[in-house]
Nanobody
């Protein structure tokens, strides 16, 4: 099992920045991918960004050039730097850890609200 604890959400004006962090604990040796998903009101959960053990990243088209995902493998922490935020980025952001068996573990979610 992997436990994930997120931090860093909040309220920001359009054009502002926020940084989300997620700390993993438990069976961290089995993790090969960390990432972030989000769920906006009335919508399905969607990919934001992921990063693998070897540093390969994947971003949703809607956040490319504005968001940056990074990973501290020593501390098994994944962060998401979000710049130039838009009202459509408003959502609950969830941290993901995927192990070598492709089992997904999720954090409790952190609210990001961008006002126009």
């Amino acid at each position: 099992q992997v436990q994930l604890v997120e931090s860093g959400g909040g309220l920001v004006q359009a054009g502002g920045s926020l940084r989300l962090s997620c700390a993993a604990s438990g069976s961290i040796f089995s993790i090969n991918t960390l990432g972030w998903y989000r769920r906006a009101p009335g919508k399905k959960r969607e990919l934001v960004a992921t990063i693998t053990t070897n540093g390969r990243t994947n971003y949703a088209d809607s956040v490319k050039g504005r968001f940056t995902i990074s990973r501290d493998t020593v501390k098994t922490t994944v962060s998401l730097q979000m710049n130039n935020l838009k009202p459509e980025d408003t959502a609950v952001y969830y941290c993901l850890a995927r192990d070598s068996d492709y089992t997904d573990f999720w954090g409790q979610g952190t609210q990001v609200t961008v006002s126009s």
